[in-house]
């Protein structure tokens, strides 16, 4: 038999999430983050999606090239960068800018023949990964503007580390309020458009739009607010994670189920089997109690995820039957509330999708 296991897209919602960023920033110019895949939602059924959007973020310059294979024009920016003077020459190929985030970058931009590429000044302003440090900013930008090997104006941007954590809702709500402090103090005065704001910052942090908003997770229906999901924000889940009962088997009492018995039955009951695993990218440390649903109503996960199955609690679900449907999540099952279980986020369950899962348009 096949795998009944699918990850339905639903290029309406990305649509819908489009609109709401629109309207949460509309002075800014929005970036759609289609890294990873799409979020694993598969970059080419997200860009045609978002084909709306006023540019593209991706990592790499290979995913630069897979979007203008679908013909779009917008910008496209290599939020990594370049390495080496062959990637300088695949940018002008495929016409995508690029983030300069260290001076190493900068002298291969003032030797630079050929087009200029456009280029975004990344500065650290507390994430402490990438990008220039505040007190650099200003040389790196004069050096920049000059060079031979860039076109048009220089974009000021920043990352966040916590935006997440939204204004007044606890200490760590002051390291974006100390960031946006910082990149304002190492900007003033510098021309150009400015950018901040990640899906984090779009929700809840309105000053940080500025001319650019590069949201990611929101688009395709994900939060990473503690406590919040995206539908409380009026998003809609842009994937269905779903699969089929295999089997519906009775057990008694003090039998246990699963790899290492980790779980008991507390009474005679119902177990189902369902056809999805950590093979398809579904979490194996999603203990028991995590939620699914089974023909649409509430259930819980059961016993150790394992590669090809899980096994599901059908105590109120007597009239199930093998080939009913199973949600892992999506519409009326977040895919918030599956992470917070596994202790992890909703963009690793998306991104962790695997190649077997069967990608269908919604």
């Keep these: 038999m096949s795998r009944p296991v699918t990850a339905t897209i639903h290029a309406d919602a990305m649509r819908h999430n489009l609109g709401v960023v629109r309207r949460l920033a509309p002075s800014s110019r929005v970036m759609a983050m289609v890294k990873a895949d799409g979020y694993g939602h598969g970059m080419e059924a997200a860009v045609s999606a978002l084909r709306d959007a006023d540019a593209f973020g991706v990592a790499s310059i290979e995913d630069a090239e897979r979007i203008r294979a679908l013909g779009l024009e917008q910008p496209v920016l290599v939020l990594s960068g370049f390495d080496s003077t062959e990637d300088l020459d695949r940018l002008r190929r495929v016409r995508a800018d690029s983030i300069v985030h260290h001076f190493a970058q900068l002298d291969m931009l003032e030797q630079a023949g050929g087009e200029p590429i456009g280029c975004w000044l990344k500065i650290d302003?507390?994430?402490?990964?990438?990008?220039?440090?505040?007190?650099?900013?200003?040389?790196?930008?004069?050096?920049?503007?000059?060079?031979r090997g860039v076109a048009g104006e220089v974009v000021?941007?920043?990352?966040?580390?916590?935006?997440?954590?939204?204004?007044?809702?606890?200490?760590?709500?002051?390291?974006?309020?100390?960031?946006?402090?910082?990149?304002?103090?190492?900007?003033?005065?510098?021309?150009?458009?400015?950018?901040?704001?990640?899906?984090?910052?779009?929700?809840?942090?309105?000053?940080?739009?500025?001319?650019?908003?590069?949201?990611?997770?929101?688009?395709?229906?994900?939060?990473?607010?503690e406590g919040k999901t995206a539908t409380d924000f009026g998003l809609r889940p842009a994937m269905t994670f779903a699969t089929r009962l295999l089997a519906v088997n009775r057990i008694r009492k003090g039998e246990r189920v699963g790899y290492s018995a980790t779980w008991e039955a507390p009474e005679d009951m119902a177990i189902g089997?369902?056809?999805?695993?950590?093979?398809?990218?579904?979490?194996?440390?999603?203990?028991?109690?995590?939620?699914?649903?089974?023909?649409?109503?509430?259930?819980?996960?059961?016993?150790?995820?394992?590669?090809?199955?899980?096994?599901?609690?059908?105590?109120?679900?007597?009239?199930?039957?093998?080939?009913?449907?199973?949600?892992?999540?999506?519409?009326?099952?977040?895919?918030?509330?599956?992470?917070?279980?596994?202790?992890?986020?909703?963009?690793?369950?998306?991104?962790?999708?695997?190649?077997?899962v069967d990608f269908v348009e919604g």
């Design 156 to 225: 000021l941007m920043s990352h966040f580390a916590s935006s997440d954590e939204f204004e007044g809702t606890s200490a760590n709500s002051r390291q974006t309020r100390d960031q946006l402090q910082v990149f304002a103090e190492a900007t003033a005065g510098l021309p150009g458009p400015r950018s901040l704001a990640n899906s984090a910052a779009v929700l809840g942090w309105p000053g940080s739009h500025a001319d650019w908003v590069r949201p990611g997770g929101a688009l395709y229906g994900m939060s990473v607010v």
């Design 273 to 356: 089997v369902a056809a999805a695993g950590y093979g398809d990218g579904y979490p194996r440390l999603a203990p028991a109690g995590t939620p699914v649903l089974v023909g649409g109503a509430p259930a819980r996960v059961v016993g150790r995820v394992s590669m090809d199955l899980m096994t599901i609690d059908l105590r109120r679900h007597p009239a199930a039957r093998p080939g009913d449907a199973v949600v892992m999540w999506g519409d009326g099952l977040p895919v918030e509330e599956v992470a917070a279980a596994a202790g992890t986020i909703a963009y690793e369950l998306t991104c962790s999708i695997t190649r077997r």
């Design 125 to 147: 302003t507390g994430m402490h990964r990438l990008g220039f440090a505040p007190e650099r900013a200003r040389e790196a930008h004069a050096r920049l503007s000059a060079a």
